[in-house]
C-alpha cells in the first residue's frame, strides 16, 4: 500500500479532488494515460465515498453512546460529552435526519428535545420491538426519513385479464382502475420514562446500550402493537382487524367434537375463513398466514375429534392448513363464559399480511437529566412516528376475520 493511500479518508479524498482539478483543467487535449489517471481516480472516489460514510456512523454510535452515558454538558448528573462528541452528533442530525420534524421543535432537535438515534442503535430497539408486535414481522413496513403525512399507491386490478392476439391484429384495451393513493400519517408513540441511576450509569460494566434498546423496544412494540392491531383510524393508525374486508362468524366445533359452543373453533371455520379470501391473496410465498391470540393458538391444538383423538389442527412445523401462524397478542381471546347479550370476538385473522403496510418515521431519545437528579436518576424517552393502513386497493379484501359470539 502506496503513502498515500495511508492518509485519513478526509485528507486523501481533498488530495484526489486537487489530482481531478489539475488533471482537467490542464492545457490541450487528455491523453490516454490522462483517461486512464481520472477513470482510476474516480473509482477510488467511489471506494472512498462508502468507508467515509461508514466511519461517520462509527463515530456517530461511539458519540451516541457516550451522551446516553455522559450526558450534553458537565453537571452534577453527568460529565457530559466532549466538544469533538456534540459536533459528530449535531453534523449527523443536520446530514441524516434534516426532513424530519419535531414535536413543535425546528427541524433540527437540540439536547433538550433529543436526538434522531444512530441506525444501528434504532436496528436494536427494533429487533426488541418485534418480539411485542407481531406485525412488523408480517407487514410492509415503509422507513421515511419525514414525520409528514405521506400517500402510498393502492390499486385494484384483479378483475382485468389479458387476452390471446392473432398475428398482424390490433390489441384490445380494457379499463383500468385508476391509481388510488391511502394517506399515512404520523402519530407519535412513547416508551414513557425509562430511569436509570446515576450510579449504574457510571458503572462501565454496565451495558447501557443493551439495557436501553431493550426496554424502549419492548415499551414501543407493545404500545403500537395493540394500534397496528385495532386502531381505530381517526385518533390513531388504521388496525388490520377494522380494515378487514370480510367477516366469518365461527360455528365452533361442535362438527368436530360434539360439544364445542360458540367460544370455540373448529377445523370448518378455519376451512371457511381460508375461503373467504380470494385465492390471489392465499400464497404462502406472498405473506398469506394467519394471525391469533397465543391462547387461541393453545386452543386450537387442543381440539379433538368425537373420539377424543387429537385432530392436529396444528402442525408439528407450526402451520396450519399450510400456512404460517403469527402469534399476535393484541388480538382478542376467545370468550371463556356464556354473556348476555352475545359478545363479539375477533379471533383469528387470515390473509395477505403484506397488505397491510405500517410507515415509520427514524427514532428520536431523549435525555432528561434534572428532572430526577434528586433521586439521583437520570431518564430516557424514546419517541417514534407511526401509521398504518391495509392497502391492497379492494377495500380490504385480502384480510378476513372469524368472529365468535358467545
Known amino acids: 500500500m502506496n503513502t498515500q493511500s495511508q492518509q485519513p479518508l478526509a485528507a486523501r479524498r481533498s488530495t484526489l479532488a486537487r489530482l481531478t482539478l489539475t488533471l482537467v483543467n490542464k492545457a490541450g487535449p487528455l491523453t490516454p494515460e490522462d483517461r486512464k489517471k481520472l477513470a482510476d481516480i474516480r473509482d477510488e472516489m467511489d471506494v472512498l465515498e462508502g468507508e467515509l460514510r461508514t466511519e461517520a456512523r462509527t463515530k456517530f454510535e461511539r458519540a451516541w453512546s457516550r451522551y446516553l452515558r455522559h450526558g450534553w454538558r458537565p453537571n452534577q448528573c453527568g460529565n457530559g460529552i466532549s ?41 436494536r430497539v427494533e429487533s426488541a420491538e418485534r418480539w411485542y408486535s407481531a406485525l412488523l414481522d408480517s407487514a410492509t413496513l415503509w422507513d421515511t426519513n ?25 390489441v384490445s384495451t380494457a379499463d383500468v382502475t385508476p391509481l388510488s393513493s391511502v394517506n399515512l ?16 450509569l457510571q458503572d462501565a460494566g454496565f451495558d447501557l446500550d443493551t439495557y436501553l434498546t431493550t426496554r424502549l423496544g419492548i415499551r414501543l412494540g407493545r404500545a403500537q402493537n395493540v394500534a397496528f392491531t385495532s386502531g381505530n383510524g381517526v385518533s390513531g393508525p388504521t ?46 410465498a406472498q405473506g398469506a398466514a394467519f394471525m391469533m391470540h397465543q391462547n387461541t393458538l393453545s386452543a386450537l391444538r387442543q381440539v379433538k375429534d368425537k373420539a377424543g383423538r387429537p385432530l392436529r389442527l396444528v402442525s408439528e412445523a407450526g402451520l396450519i392448513l399450510g400456512y404460517s401462524v403469527h402469534v399476535n397478542n393484541a388480538m382478542d381471546q376467545l370468550q371463556s363464559a356464556l354473556s348476555s347479550p352475545p359478545v363479539t370476538r375477533n379471533t383469528v385473522a387470515f390473509g395477505a399480511c403484506k397488505k397491510f403496510v405500517i410507515r415509520r418515521a427514524p427514532l428520536r431519545v431523549q435525555r432528561l437529566e434534572e428532572r430526577y437528579a434528586e433521586n439521583g436518576q437520570i431518564a430516557f424517552i424514546a419517541f417514534r412516528r407511526v401509521d398504518s393502513n391495509l392497502i391492497d386497493g379492494c377495500a380490504g379484501a385480502s384480510i378476513a376475520v372469524l368472529q365468535n359470539l358467545f
Open 83 to 123: 466538544e469533538e462528541d456534540r459536533a459528530i452528533i449535531t453534523e449527523s442530525q443536520r446530514v441524516e435526519f434534516r426532513d424530519m420534524g419535531t414535536l413543535g421543535e425546528g427541524a433540527y432537535p437540540g439536547a433538550t428535545g433529543g436526538f434522531f438515534a444512530p441506525l444501528e442503535w434504532s436496528g
Open 239 to 284: 388496525g388490520i382487524i377494522p380494515a378487514a374486508g370480510t367477516s366469518i362468524v365461527a360455528s365452533g366445533s361442535y362438527s368436530t367434537d360434539g360439544i364445542g359452543l360458540g367460544n370455540s373453533i373448529g377445523s370448518d371455520d378455519l376451512a371457511a375463513l381460508e375461503s373467504a379470501v380470494d385465492a390471489a391473496y392465499r400464497i404462502p
Open 185 to 200: 400519517k404520523g402519530y407519535l408513540f412513547s416508551s414513557r420514562m425509562c430511569l436509570v441511576s446515576i450510579a449504574l
Open 146 to 170: 419525514s414525520g409528514a403525512p405521506m400517500s402510498y399507491p393502492a390499486d385494484d386490478d384483479s378483475q382485468i385479464v389479458g387476452e390471446q392476439v392473432n398475428e398482424n391484429a390490433q
